[in-house]
């Protein structure tokens, strides 16, 4: 038996621990790695971002997805609410599955844990779990009037007697969903709402499902996408160069800078996405590797075999 | 007669049911939404067949003391608890049931998706090769958008993101356009098959 | 034997248990089992447990700081229930509300979850026991029990149970409203009678379980109590809070916020608008009063002590010593408008000469339109308790009937092709606005503008035309958009590109857009005009005001239109839908009428009924504006006729004898009103349906003429834009004059026409392909090598001695994909019985194994093998997507399967199934009409069946003609699409839309 016809017969055992090996290292020891910023990123970053300090402009957070996605989906959320918190942006947060009430939660309390002057009701309002049948007349009724769409919010206060909804009333004030799905992407805000009252959808999807969603954005229906981990990582860069130091965003500086995620100062749940984009890159190229030895020993016995013959 | 009532129902509600596509009457609807009440009702019960196979199956291998046997102890005691613990403390947040299937259910589940990663690279290792012209175009198009997938893609070449996306949006779609419209006619020809009896796979026959 | 030893370390929960019939490793083994199964009963007993022994602390887990507090401004339904809620370390998962109607009975009314790891995310829980809400309905228990986990003497219950043993005494305790299945109150109720001082009163009895359900209502100035517990994660209820008292007030009507008021000069007329208030139950008018400048300090006097009485009024109910403040002030306004109260929000009025005059309510106010200026208004709601509240003050503003919008020209008409609960409203003429680009190319030249438009069903879009002009009005370019979808492309000049050093940020593009339409012709005058302009925030352009033909639209969403409804049944106009300004049309849901709401307060123990009234509203008298009401029951009818023909007589004689005038007045009311229900019993309509004597065919009489007049509505619009600033149009009527309209349930959906071309011509290719096969053409298959090697892998099982696994997919039995795999299954299984090898068959759908078990007997029976035939080869494992995976890849490593058929429908698990095969070394063939999994199934299988090949199976292991003469009509039905598919994309590419427009958009 030559090399290539014993590595043709690897067991594959060895195969799982490699894998293994390609995705837990690069978790735990973390390396630096560039990550590039796309404009449907960028895009809505920059519109929230325009909305910083002002009380007349609001985002909404829908969270359309269980845990099973949460591991794609949840760094999204951490990095735009931190991106909110930290340039005072007022932010709406609201749920229609029964499973992703505790995330929204989740979510809220991580990022509140570094900015302990947020206050519920004043900064942002957590509306919660609405049942799903109520879909489309919450999305339909916000654009009259939030406070009447949805009375009470998750701590059971009425909307209306809110701080925070002194000057918001509708999606002419509240101008940006957000929703980060498991299976679908923002298509009952972009359908229904968008053409009726002009309110802004973005969608942070899952990598599979992204292929799926570029057409709305060339369509002008959707402003932008975080599409999987790697949106999620890219909004994370964003946050650290710009945000967290009140700097306006620059498309140059974007994509020219790099941040590094090597230094101790940002928390680990900061630069969860940018940290499990490392563990990507390297099982991806793993593969790659694997397919491209599984080809050359084929082709090398293939050889051999006609040779034989 | 044992085969011919089936037969003679599945045939008259599949044309009811073809009607109510072209009907948005108030009596085609009430009788549509009567009808899937029932639906709901009778597949419920169809539980019990699963569970009587479940026991049939397991039941045999332990009192045969066929080989493996003592995992079917493990199968039936986990069925009966589980069900136990919904029946008696209900299925709330916080009962025993509900601690199983987070605890239990749901990391094993997860186990069992996350093998993919692993499946997928010995695949890759193992069966995925340049056999023929089409599984060469499939390899590299597999390798272009893995790359492209992360940083790296980006960092080699900008037009790697780009040749991706246009693999996935054009080839691919393409591809997939033409499977489901395969799928789509071939889904109504066996419709059709079933309602005009020349299908009776469902009814427990091999013709 | 590598793959053995591999296969069953793999799957072995417990790793190193290698089996040999020793029994010495059988002991060690059982032991293990019983450690595994343990751990399921030991550990939540354990945990279960382990909370017990804190119960010591227990009092630490109950609720502390309750309060039972009033809604404000509402009907006297409201309480709100609020309290501290515990830390997260207490991992508390739901407070569970309790009420009752005295402090030794609460029942469990509602729970508030909490998520266990973060605890409660506010300061306070607030529950609010408001409005009409669940009272008892069918998931309600069937006897009352105890809370768990609380003390024998704990006042505690679990939900309200559905006994009327318990219920009926509390029916006093609340207001409780019926809803009724319609069927049921008209056909399926018990009269019962009820002597009460020689007064026999009639009711409509039903069972508890005929109620779809009870809901209850707060009664005011009623004591009600409240406690709270805390339940944990382990579901360990703690003891309860101390019992709070909690009495729900008749409230003054909260306060309005802005309120308009506009004089448009050349109408000589006054508009109003303001903001509906949440609770609207007990309102009662709408009143409008005018201030004069000179007034304006009065009346904040006026205002502030009204401001106080109120508070007074409600400091008043906590505590009654407090002296009540008297009203000293009267409001200085004068009263100009009062109408009852609507959920309409905008009014109008018109100026007579110099004085606003309502002669019904004795307005007679002086207004001059010299001094506009001076007069202010102020918005006043009445309820009818007498409770008021006033709106902020509204200075006049003055406008021209051309600031406002334009009236619009609507149509009301039934939606198409629907059951009959729905009427369409549309209005004016489609619109087409700009919202959004992006830049292509790096030097922002070239753009993409997205756009979007709105039309109605008058209108169908088909060609939509942007010229498009610089800041100097030269024409940059004109697009076409022949098949409008929603973007389009342009190249600006070099000077638009913010990289330019030409480049200004005040530099404009104009769109004049004009439209085609099928269906009604727009105007060639009709042209909407919009600018845009680069965007900082953005990176680039945006788009500007909308000009709608002339009419001048600040932002077009500032609009609104807004339609009301009115059924035969009320005198004002209700609330239906709210479009915003660039919609074009809206749907107004009619429902059919599905239940009765009826109010309950009497029951009847020994016959177990719940007592309703008998009465149900007939008809709409035209005549007289009023509905006519008539009973359920035909005797009842004829009882009060009896009662009241007698009843007139003796008024009449008493009448006689009678001299004071008062009394006089009092009895000529009565006769006349007994009258009266004898003179509308008397009528063609009444006398038909009392002839009818089976009651049960009356109602079905009555109710044709009842339901029907309750669905008929008028209509009328209103297009504001917030700020009084609106136009109103007036009711509807169509062509004929006809001002109510019902909608129709149709008999044929319209746009299903293609669908059903397709249908029948799919239909007629079967049938004529069929008999072609019959005839005995040939009838070429394309060779599916997955089919062909089928023989080869059962042999090759047969020959090694190995079993074959079969699995017919994930879906079930609905799923064209199983019944493909399952027509090969019986195949596979008639060969593998011919060869007598072993086929294991595990299904994931409990509904499918039983068909999948008849047709391996059938198939065993064909092959003349009977003897072989094992019941429990084909088998349940779970319905759970990943365990079933991990069953299925366990029975192939244990059973080392030679050949694995995969053919239906598979999701994510596919290859976790096909790569467990090939590390056995199985053949393995598959077939999947999944897109996302075929992939893998290339990959890994020998042979994969390719989605609709997969279908195509069985005709051609069949080579039956029927089969073949199906395939051959898919594959004639498939060329015919793709032909269209070709010439209608030649055809679009060449501008020529016809054939795409004779497809429905959906």
């Known amino acids: 038996m030559n090399f290539f016809e014993k590595l043709q017969a690897l067991d594959r055992r060895w195969i799982y621990l490699l894998v293994a090996l390609a995705i837990t290292i690069p978790l735990v020891v973390v390396f630096d790695s560039k990550t590039y910023t796309t404009t449907p990123t960028e895009n809505i970053y920059q519109l929230i971002d325009s909305y910083a300090g002002r009380d007349d402009r609001a985002i909404m957070i829908d969270f359309l997805h269980d845990a099973s996605t949460m591991s794609e989906l949840f760094p999204m959320e951490v990095a735009i609410l931190r991106h909110a918190f930290q340039r005072k942006v007022k932010v709406f947060t609201i749920c229609f599955l029964e499973t992703a009430a505790p995330l929204v939660d989740y979510a809220i309390n991580t990022v509140k844990e570094e900015f302990p002057d947020i206050q519920s009701g004043v900064d942002y309002i957590n509306i919660g779990y609405k049942p799903g049948a109520l879909y489309l007349p919450i999305v339909l009724g916000m654009g009259d009037d939030i406070s009447e769409a949805v009375k009470t919010d998750a701590e059971g206060r009425q909307l209306a007697n809110l701080p925070m909804m002194e000057k918001i009333k509708n999606y002419n004030e509240m101008n940006l969903v957000i929703e980060t799905s498991g299976s679908g992407f923002g298509a009952s805000w972009f359908v229904y709402a968008r053409p009726r009252f002009g309110v802004n959808v973005a969608a942070g999807i899952t990598a599979v499902m992204a292929a799926d969603a570029y057409p709305y954005i060339q369509t002008g229906q959707l402003v932008g996408i975080l599409a999987g981990l790697k949106g999620a990582a890219e909004y994370e860069k964003l946050v650290d160069l710009f945000a967290i130091h009140d700097k306006p965003f620059s498309r140059e500086i974007a994509r020219t800078t790099h941040v590094s995620i090597t230094d101790d100062t940002v928390p680990y749940k900061f630069k969860a996405a940018r940290i499990g984009m490392n563990a990507q890159t390297v099982v991806h190229i793993l593969i790659i590797l694997f397919i491209v030895i599984g080809n050359i020993g084929y082709f090398i016995e293939r050889r051999r075999n006609k040779e034989l013959n | 007669m044992k085969r011919q009532i089936p037969l003679a129902l599945v045939i008259i509600l599949c044309f009811l049911f073809v009607g109510h596509t072209f009907i948005p009457h108030k009596i085609s609807d009430n009788f549509y939404q009567w009808w899937l009440s029932w639906v709901r009702t009778m597949t419920s019960f169809a539980v019990v067949l699963g569970v009587m196979s479940l026991f049939t199956v397991h039941w045999g291998k332990i009192s045969r003391r066929m080989p493996n046997w003592q995992y079917s102890i493990v199968t039936l005691g986990a069925l009966v608890f589980t069900s136990a613990s919904g029946f008696i403390w209900g299925t709330q947040q916080g009962t025993p049931y509900m601690w199983l299937f987070k605890n239990v259910q749901m990391p094993m589940s997860s186990t069992m998706f996350s093998l993919l990663a692993f499946y997928i690279a010995s695949a890759a290792y193992k069966a995925f090769r340049a056999r023929s012209p089409e599984a060469t175009v499939l390899l590299v198009s597999a390798i272009i958008v893995m790359i492209a997938q992360v940083p790296i893609g980006m960092a080699i070449s900008k037009w790697i993101p780009e040749i991706s996306n246009w693999i996935l949006n054009v080839p691919n779609l393409a591809a997939k356009r033409g499977v489901a419209l395969g799928v789509g006619l071939g889904g109504t020809a066996v419709s059709l098959k079933i309602m005009l009896g020349i299908e009776r796979t469902y009814l427990g026959s091999g013709d | ?1002």
Request: proline fraction near 4%; glycine fraction near 6%; aromatic fraction near 12%.
């Open chain 3, 1 to 1002: 034997m590598i793959n053995q030893k591999e296969g069953k370390r793999r799957l072995s929960a417990f790793s190193g248990l290698m089996w040999k019939n020793n029994s010495a490793q059988i002991k060690t083994t059982l032991m293990y089992l019983i450690i595994f199964c343990l751990f399921f009963y030991i550990a939540p007993a354990s945990w279960a447990k382990d909370s017990k022994s804190k119960s010591e602390t227990a009092a630490q887990f109950v609720v502390q700081d309750l309060r039972v507090d009033d809604i404000p401004n509402d009907d006297g339904s409201g309480l709100q229930v609020s309290w501290k809620p515990l830390g997260p370390e207490k991992r508390i998962i739901e407070y569970r509300v309790y009420r009752g109607a005295n402090p030794e009975n609460l029942y469990f009314v509602g729970s508030v979850p909490v998520n266990p790891q973060t605890g409660f995310p506010g300061e306070r829980v607030n529950y609010y026991d408001n409005g009409y809400n669940m009272f008892v309905d069918i998931s309600s228990p069937a006897k009352q029990r105890k809370e768990a986990q609380q003390d024998k003497d704990s006042p505690l219950y679990r939900n309200i149970p559905r006994d009327l043993n318990i219920i009926g005494p509390m029916l006093k305790d609340y207001s409780i409203l019926g809803v009724i299945p319609k069927d049921a109150f008209y056909y399926k109720t018990k009269m019962v009678e009820r002597k009460i001082d020689n007064e026999t009163n009639f009711y409509a009895g039903l069972r508890l379980d005929q109620f779809q359900s009870l809901l209850k209502k707060l009664i005011p100035n009623k004591p009600y109590y409240y406690t709270v517990i805390a339940v944990n994660e382990s579901r360990v209820y703690y003891p309860y809070a101390d019992i709070v008292e909690g009495i729900p007030r008749i409230n003054d009507p909260e306060l309005i916020r802005n309120f308009h008021s506009v004089y448009v000069e050349d109408k000589d007329q006054l508009q109003f608008e303001w903001t509906l208030p949440l609770n609207t139950d007990l309102l009662r008018n709408n009143n409008i009063f005018l201030v004069h400048d000179k007034d304006l300090n009065a009346y904040h006097e006026f205002n502030d002590e009204h401001n106080l009485i109120v508070q007074n009024r409600i400091d008043r109910f906590n505590d009654p010593d407090i002296e009540e403040i008297k009203a000293t002030k009267k409001n200085p306004g004068s009263l100009i408008l009062s109408t009852p109260f609507t959920t309409e929000n905008t009014v109008s009025l018109k100026v007579e000469g110099n004085s606003i005059v309502d002669e019904k309510n004795g307005i007679n106010v002086s207004f001059d339109s010299d001094k506009v200026d001076n007069y202010h208004f102020v918005f006043q709601l009445e309820d009818w308790y007498g409770g008021t509240s006033y709106s902020n003050i509204a200075k006049l503003m003055v406008t021209s009937s051309e600031h406002l919008p334009t009236v619009p020209n609507f149509t009301v008409a039934d939606k198409p092709d629907d059951q009959g609960d729905y009427m369409c409203v549309f209005w004016e003429k489609p619109v087409v606005f700009l919202t959004n680009s992006s830049f292509l190319n790096k030097d922002k030249t070239k753009l993409t503008i997205n756009y979007d438009f709105e039309t109605n069903r008058n209108y169908k879009v088909r060609n939509i035309y942007f010229d498009i002009y610089d800041d100097e009005g030269a024409l940059i370019t004109s697009v076409n958009e022949f098949h409008p979808d929603l973007l389009f492309n342009i190249t600006l000049p070099k000077k638009y590109s913010p990289d330019s050093p030409e480049y200004d940020i005040n530099r404009k593009i104009a769109f004049e857009i004009r439209m085609k339409t099928a269906g009604e012709e727009v105007p060639a005058d009709y042209v909407l005009k919009q600018e845009m302009q680069y965007d900082e925030d953005y990176r680039t352009f945006q788009p500007l005001e909308l000009y709608m033909n002339g009419e001048k639209i600040e932002k077009v969403q500032d609009y609104s239109y807004v339609v009301y409804k009115k059924p035969y049944t009320s005198e004002t106009f209700r609330f239906s839908t709210r479009s915003a300004g660039v919609m074009r049309q809206a749907d107004d849901i009619v429902r059919y009428e599905t239940t009765v709401y009826k109010g309950v307060g009497e029951f009847d123990l020994d016959k177990n009924l719940l007592l309703v009234d008998t009465s149900i509203n007939a008809y709409y008298d035209k005549e007289t504006k009023t509905t006519v009401n008539t009973d359920i029951y035909l005797s009842v009818v004829e009882h009060k006729i009896e009662k009241y023909t007698k009843e007139i007589k003796d008024a009449e004689a008493k009448l006689a004898t009678v001299e004071d005038e008062n009394e006089k007045a009092q009895l000529q009311a009565q006769i006349n009103r007994y009258q009266g229900y004898l003179d509308t019993n008397n009528n063609e309509y009444f006398q038909e349906a009392n002839s009818i004597t089976n009651n049960k065919k009356r109602m079905k009489f009555l109710s044709k003429r009842r339901e029907d007049e309750l669905r008929h509505f008028q209509y009328r619009m209103v297009k504001t834009d917030g700020h009084a600033g609106f136009v109103e149009t007036d009711i509807f009527h169509d062509e004929e004059g006809n001002d109510y309209f019902i909608p129709i349930s149709n008999w044929f959906n319209k746009e299903r026409i293609p669908t059903l071309i397709a249908s029948l011509l799919f239909g007629f290719l079967v049938w004529f392909m069929i008999r072609r096969a019959k005839k005995g053409h040939d009838m070429y298959i394309r060779p599916i090598a997955g089919l062909q090697e089928i023989d080869n892998a059962i042999g090759r099982a047969t020959e090694m001695g190995r079993p074959i696994l079969f699995q017919p997919g994930l879906s079930g039995i609905g799923d064209v994909a199983t019944l493909a795999g399952l027509s090969i299954l019986g195949k596979v299984a008639t060969k593998a019985a011919e060869y007598d090898t072993k086929i294991i068959v595990p299904v994931r759908d409990y509904i499918v194994m039983p068909i999948a078990q008849e047709i391996v007997k059938d198939a065993h029976y064909e092959a003349g093998r009977p003897d072989t035939y094992d019941k429990s080869s084909v088998f349940f494992i779970t319905t759970d997507q990943f365990a079933f995976v991990a069953g299925v890849n366990g029975v192939m490593l244990r059973e080392k399967c030679a050949t694995c058929f995969y053919m239906g429908m598979y999701y994510a698990e596919a290859l976790l199934m096909t790569e467990t095969g090939n590390s056995i070394g199985a053949v393995q063939i598959a077939g999947s009409d999944a897109v996302t999994q075929i992939p893998f199934f290339i990959t890994t299988c020998d042979y994969t069946l390719i989605g609709e090949e997969l279908y195509g199976a069985s005709a051609y292991l069949a080579r039956d003609p029927m089969m073949i003469g199906n395939l051959k009509a898919v594959d004639v039905t498939k060329a015919i699409i793709l032909v269209f598919l070709i010439v209608g994309t030649a055809l679009s590419t060449a501008k020529i839309t016809f054939l795409i427009n004779i497809f429905p958009d959906k």
